[in-house]
């Protein structure tokens, strides 16, 4: 992708610091994107327990509910 926008990409000796960067940067680029993940799903399933919830639907704690909260 960077080739195509006139990035010239570059290999580093392996086990140099330039390489060691490299691979830092990755592994923690992927857990931050696996991060991101997590809370998008934990953000959605709070939006639907919340609108379940203000609508008076929750059949979990029905008896404690009254669409309000």
């Known amino acids: 992708m960077l080739a195509a ?3 010239t ?3 580093h000796p392996s086990g140099g610091a ?3 960067l490299v691979r830092l940067i990755q592994e923690t680029a ?3 994107d696996e991060v991101q ?3 998008l ?3 959605e399933t709070a939006s639907r327990t919340l609108d379940r919830i203000t609508s008076g639907r929750d059949t979990v704690h029905h008896a404690t509910t009254d669409g309000l909260l």
């Open 37 to 39: 993940h997590q809370l």
């Open 5 to 7: 926008q006139g990035i």
């Open 9 to 11: 990409l570059t290999t």
């Open 18 to 20: 330039l390489d060691t």
């Open 41 to 43: 799903d934990q953000a």
């Open 30 to 32: 992927a857990s931050v």
